[in-house]
């Protein structure tokens, strides 16, 4: 007669408990980071207290082809 030696079942070998346990603890950062990203992203939304842009700053042309000119030299500062 032979006796039967049956091993644990895999789920409960020390490398899968390991390996659920990481896998849970980085679902849950995810989870947190993107509950905060989330909420700090509202949080902004609602710091913008309404101000929209007139439509005079959205219907600005530019002259020169579309590009802005910088025109630092002509700016005095006053020290």
């Known amino acids: 007669a032979l006796s039967a030696q049956?091993?644990?079942?895999?789920?409960?070998?020390?490398w899968f408990l390991l390996v659920m346990a990481?896998?849970?603890?980085?679902?849950?950062l995810l989870v947190v980071f993107a509950l905060v990203l989330h909420g700090q992203s509202?949080?902004?939304?609602?710091?913008?207290g309404g101000k929209t842009i007139s439509n005079v700053e959205e219907s600005v042309t530019?002259?020169?082809g579309g590009f802005t000119a910088l025109?630092?030299?002509?700016?005095?500062?006053?020290?």
């Open 6 to 14: 049956t091993e644990a079942p895999f789920y409960e070998e020390w």
């Open 71 to 79: 025109e630092l030299n002509s700016r005095h500062l006053n020290i």
């Open 42 to 48: 509202k949080r902004y939304k609602n710091c913008n």
């Open 22 to 28: 990481l896998s849970s603890l980085i679902l849950i």
């Open 62 to 64: 530019l002259d020169n």
